[in-house]
């Protein structure tokens, strides 16, 4: 199946055409990375993938539950406990991942998109973990809310989003923003193998890592035509992959 | 009354918090803070796990 396929008609031909053109499946899933991946600054990301799925892995559990057993008994209480440290390893490393790529200027080559839903994901998160504290349903949780509560009010949500509501508030952790949470986590990791992964700044311009130019020893497997268009600043869909 | 309220509130302690001038922090954040700041320096300059890829292809 080519992204030059031309009997590709109605309206799912051209998507189906559209798709393959923007991500190829050796884009999707590839068999090999660039060089640069080779840094420990680059894992992050993934870490803070791997800690969502244990975050929404222990929170199903939680919810298939309910709260009688995750206040109560010894396993649901390890399990509820579990939950809060992924979180805690959730925002760590997304933190680091977002520091990484500041420094980075990981917007450039067109990967503004990438950049942006990496932000949403961010603040998507934040309601995600605000919404999780208010479900401790103790004074603490209490206290929260009703700091909480003047601020959403005066940003005019407080209509909509009320912290003293329960209820909203657990379908709100529980389903809203967790699908929130995952379809921009989603689209980021699509966008990221559209575009490829940004390569380090010093490397953009003569991409020396990438094409083994200048000396520069590197597996076989990261020096292909495809890593090499990729890491250039060059516009979306521009790239000969 | 007051036994059960502060009984109520005992889980929740007031913790410890680090003041300089305007800036006040409690102990948990700023242990999370210092330790994103030690993760990501540590990032930075440590060297990377060596690829077993090399091991099969001497010379490359």
Known sequence: ?241 | MLGSILSAADPVSAGTFLTWGPISISIGNFVVIVTMLVVFAAALVLPFIPDGSDDERPGA
């Open chain 1, 1 to 241: 199946m080519s992204a030059q396929e031309p009997d590709a008609t109605g309206w799912t031909g051209h998507a189906r055409r559209w798709l393959l053109k923007r991500l190829p499946p050796d884009k999707l899933l590839p068999d090999d990375q660039p060089s640069y991946v080779a840094s420990w600054i680059y894992v992050f990301g993934m870490g803070a993938i791997a800690s969502l799925v244990y975050i929404v892995a222990s929170g199903l559990v939680l919810s298939l539950n309910g709260p009688a057993w995750y206040h109560v008994s010894a396993l649901g209480r390890f399990v509820n406990s579990t939950h809060l440290w992924s979180v805690e390893l959730f925002f760590l490393t997304m933190v680091v991942h977002l520091w990484g790529k500041y420094w980075m200027a990981a917007w450039r080559g067109g990967r503004a998109l990438t950049w942006m839903t990496g932000v949403i994901a961010f603040l998507a998160s934040i309601g995600a973990a605000f919404t999780g504290y208010l479900l401790q349903t103790n004074l603490d949780s209490q206290w929260i809310a009703f700091e909480a509560k003047d601020a959403l009010n005066a940003v005019g949500v407080g209509a909509w989003f009320n912290v003293a509501d329960l209820g909203q508030i657990f379908t709100w952790h529980i389903v809203l923003l967790p699908l929130a949470v995952g379809a921009v986590v989603a689209l980021h990791v699509v966008l990221v193998r559209m575009h490829g992964v940004v390569p380090p700044i010093d490397a953009a311009e003569t991409d020396a890592q990438l094409s083994g130019a200048h000396g520069t020893v590197l597996p076989p497997a990261a020096a292909g035509p495809q890593e090499s268009d990729e890491a250039l600043p060059v516009p979306v869909g521009s790239a000969t992959s």
